[in-house]
């Protein structure tokens, strides 16, 4: 089991493409509802303001997240202690985004997969053990 923020989930799609699917199986991935936002966004950006992905690139990656995300488990901000989030938000600086992704983790003792400066370096201080995308990779190839 791990918890996957979108600075992972993205390259994963983007590296892995239909072999995640597979691993999915393999692996439980826990998420935010907030997370396929941010991957349609971070592929949206890649076509529109950074010109490296095409715009049928871009909309056949969002479709596959879409279809990921209905494999892995979803957790909204509902299902998260809203005070224990914004004390970590506030205590570390860091978004609440960020701060969400935490309290999941640490609700469902389970270890991050991010590659965001933010979550790497606060997680640990809340016994959590964070992996970056290379070293998951690793774990899951």
Do not use: Q
Not at 45 to 65: G, M, N, P, T, W
Not at 77 to 91: G, R, W
């Amino acid at each position: 089991m791990y918890v996957i923020d979108s600075s992972v989930f993205l390259p994963l799609i983007a590296i892995l493409w239909d072999k995640l699917v597979d691993i999915m199986y393999d692996y439980e991935f826990h998420l935010l509802d907030l997370t396929i936002y941010e991957v349609c966004n971070g592929f949206w950006k890649e076509c529109v303001k950074l010109h490296r992905i095409s715009l049928d690139d871009a909309v056949e990656s969002c479709e596959l997240a879409v279809m990921l995300i209905k494999r892995a488990v979803v957790h909204s901000i509902n299902d998260l202690d809203i005070d224990s989030v914004m004390n970590i938000a506030l205590t570390n600086n860091i978004t609440v985004y960020d701060a969400s992704y935490i309290a999941l983790a640490r609700k469902l003792r389970a270890p991050i997969a991010s590659n965001d400066r933010d979550i790497l370096n606060t997680a640990p201080k809340y016994d959590l053990r964070v992996y970056d995308l290379d070293e998951f990779l690793k774990i899951v190839s």
